[in-house]
């Protein structure tokens, strides 16, 4: 019988290498996934390892027309999110931080149905930057959440499909290596979260080669509300359990 724990990381690492070479938008899903196995905060330190991995394959991968002056009003208050999101996880318990990441995947589908059907002509004013940049930072450094934020900023500043991607996997590199220090000092990343993090890595290979070659093949629009069902699945479970 094989154990959960396997079973859980290598879903995980499938997902993420998937939603990162492909039309994106799973990642309200892994954190919840990953907390079968392993409730609690340390379930981000565990995954750490996996976004760094792929940051890298990603920000190789689209390392030309990256809009420096987007990221520039967008990452220094990101950056005081991030220590801010860190000094919520110093102070949470383990049922505290499940109730707390349910609330969280909610609001950024509410706010996925919000960028659908409605203009967010705002994004576009300066101040909106400095804002969705600390906003973002807190989200990503407490529920690795924070896709639906950054993607609601950046499609507002009528970036080309190419420079969108690469501004966007840039941003998420620079932050996720701003945290890995962060995560570290609260304990969460270690080298025995590592060494579990080793588990998920076939099925990130796997799930990024897939994702890479089936992009053509995905129907976005459906695949999103799939995407969105199962991530309120994923937060009701997380209710049920806080």
Known sequence: MLDISFVVLLIAGLITG?????????????????????????ALGILMPLYVVTD?????????????????????????????????????DASQFVYILGVIV????????????????????????????????????TANAAGPLFSLFLLEQKLDKTTYVS???????????????????????S????????????????????GYHFLKKVNPVQFKWLVRILSCMAAFKLFLFS
């Open 18 to 42: 998937f939603s990162k070479f492909s039309v994106g938008g799973m990642g309200l899903l892994i954190l919840p996934i990953v907390m079968i196995a392993f409730p609690g905060p340390e």
């Open 56 to 92: 890298l394959m990603a920000v190789f991968s689209y390392r030309k027309n990256i809009n420096w002056s987007v990221l520039w009003r967008l990452l220094p208050l990101a950056f005081l999110g991030v220590f801010v999101g860190g000094k919520l996880l110093a102070g949470l």
């Open 106 to 141: 909610i609001a950024m589908i509410l706010l996925g149905l919000y960028l659908d059907f409605r203009p967010a002509g705002f994004m576009r004013k300066p101040i909106m930057a400095y804002g969705m940049g600390f906003l973002g930072g807190v989200v990503s450094t």
């Open 167 to 189: 501004t966007r996997a840039w941003a998420f590199f620079i932050i996720n290596l701003m945290k890995v220090p962060l995560y570290i000092s609260l304990g969460l990343l």
């Open 191 to 210: 080298v025995s979260t590592a060494k579990i993090s080793v588990m998920a890595f076939p099925g990130l290979l796997i799930g990024s080669f897939i």
